[in-house]
């Protein structure tokens, strides 16, 4: 994932949300907030900890969702407390404000993009999990934009190119006037589709379908039960 607009990024409290895995890569501005725990010190020594962490972080948080047509380029040169040293991270919580995430596949193509009001983060024994809170979200196929939403809550895994929001989240195809409304979906890039839970109602036009659970395609064109 590529965070392409972060507006900071602060030490906050523990939130008891579901915590979802947004693979790590870095932009946005410089980091605000309280030195960690782990970073006090002399006031020099903790500044520069501060800076040094919340850089280790960022990383951690993007790094999994850069795209792979990065390969074609030279890559950056790493930081200099990334050569042959061992990150350990401080257990706590971060926010960035209005974050905007996606991913493209081996060809350059965009997978999704996602736009949130905040980015929650937690670090827990030097691993990063993130929540996107009041998210408007693109799904793609074969590069263009075929299904928008809008959802509480999101996250995505570079890894598996999966995209979950949840909530009450409220989906529109761009290609035909279907209306998808769910609990909960689950969007699968590398399956072109969809699996909506809890409370489901899919429609076309006049037609309306209600299921507890049901699979479609990403452009809501396609249903089925079942895997």
């Keep these: 994932m590529t965070p392409t607009n972060g507006k900071h990024f602060t030490k906050t409290e523990v939130i008891d949300t ?24 002399n006031f020099k020594e903790g500044v520069s900890k501060t800076v040094h962490l919340c850089l280790i972080l960022l ?24 050569e042959g040293t061992t990150v350990n991270l401080p257990d706590a919580t971060y926010e960035i404000v209005k974050p905007t995430l996606e991913q493209q596949d081996e060809l350059g193509r965009t997978l999704w ?7 929650r983060a937690e670090t827990r024994d030097s691993q990063a999990q993130g929540t996107l809170s009041q998210v408007r979200g693109w799904l793609y ?5 075929v299904l928008e939403f809008t959802a509480p809550y999101a996250r995505a895994n570079a890894e598996t190119r999966e995209v979950e929001a949840w909530g009450s989240v409220v989906a529109t195809s761009k290609t035909n006037d279907a209306r998808l409304t769910a609990g909960r979906i689950v969007w699968q890039a590398r399956r072109d589709r969809i699996r909506a839970s809890e409370g489901v109602r899919l429609r076309w036009g006049d037609f309306e379908l209600r299921e507890r659970a049901l699979h479609v395609d990403t452009a809501l064109e396609k249903a089925w039960s079942g895997d």
């Design 18 to 41: 579901p915590l979802l895995k947004v693979p790590p890569a870095a932009r946005g501005e410089p980091c605000r907030g309280a030195v960690p725990p782990a970073c006090r010190g």
């Design 59 to 82: 990383a951690l948080l993007l790094t999994g969702c850069q795209p792979a047509r990065e390969t074609a380029q030279p890559p950056p040169e790493p930081a200099p407390t990334q």
């Design 113 to 119: 993009k996602l736009q949130a009001q905040a980015l």
């Design 141 to 145: 196929r074969n590069g263009k934009p």
